[in-house]
């Protein structure tokens, strides 16, 4: 049963545990609000990056650049970048200032305004590829490059909680999408789903 919508509070976001966050936020519902309209999903894949200890981090090693100098803020603002060129991804960061944690977005089911997400992306929202992925996600919320370092308290970009909850049993850990580069940490399990959720990007897509 799902409760009257409340906006998640700036001081979630504080939360040093990047791996408790990336699977706390299943279920949460993420919402954007571009000229006045709004559209939103509940997130059912997510990545956690464990800032500069973990080698799929881009602040890996405290790597900064003015790319990754969003990831220092603290937690509660957005991290978006650009991937291949081509796809915008969106990433939640957590933590306090000076340590870069954040959670990758990878898929939502939608849920509000599903006829403009039908129109960013050019197909139906009963179809899983809409927003399965994090460059889907993204494109299917209407974030681009203009969101990053956006406030997730504010108007344009904030987090809800529905009252949605998964239980141990519905939620499955695997290793994270397209990070072979990190060696070791390549296999960590920090890539969290729902279980048959059509809404989950296949493990070799971006």
């Keep these: 049963m799902t409760e009257s919508p409340t906006k998640i509070p ?3 976001y ?21 000229d006045g309209e709004i559209t939103s999903g509940i997130i059912v894949e997510t990545e956690a ?7 799929a981090s881009h602040a890996y090693g405290g790597r900064r650049t003015d790319r990754t100098e969003t990831l220092y803020s ?5 991290y978006v970048y650009l991937c291949y060129g081509i796809h915008h991804l969106f990433n939640i960061v957590s933590s306090v200032e000076g340590e870069p944690h954040a959670v990758l ?16 992306r050019n197909m139906s929202a009963s179809k899983g590829a809409i927003s399965a992925g994090p460059g889907s996600a993204a494109k299917a919320l209407g974030i681009d490059r203009s969101f990053n370092k956006k406030d997730l308290g504010g108007e ?13 049993d519905q939620i499955a850990a695997s290793p994270r999408v397209g990070v072979a ?3 070791e940490d390549a296999l960590l399990p920090w890539r969290f789903f729902i279980k048959g959720n059509k809404y989950v990007s296949k493990p070799n897509k971006v």
């Design 10 to 12: 700036f001081s979630y």
């Design 14 to 34: 504080l939360n040093s545990d990047v791996i408790f966050l990336a699977k706390d936020l299943l279920g949460k519902v993420l919402c954007t609000q571009i």
């Design 49 to 55: 990056y464990f800032g500069i200890q973990d080698k």
């Design 74 to 78: 603290q937690g509660g603002v957005s």
């Design 105 to 120: 977005i990878r898929g939502i089911e939608p849920l509000t305004g599903k006829d403009i997400m039908e129109t960013r």
């Design 156 to 168: 344009e970009i904030w987090l809800e909680d529905h009252g949605i909850r998964y239980t141990e």
């Design 181 to 183: 580069y990190a060696q």
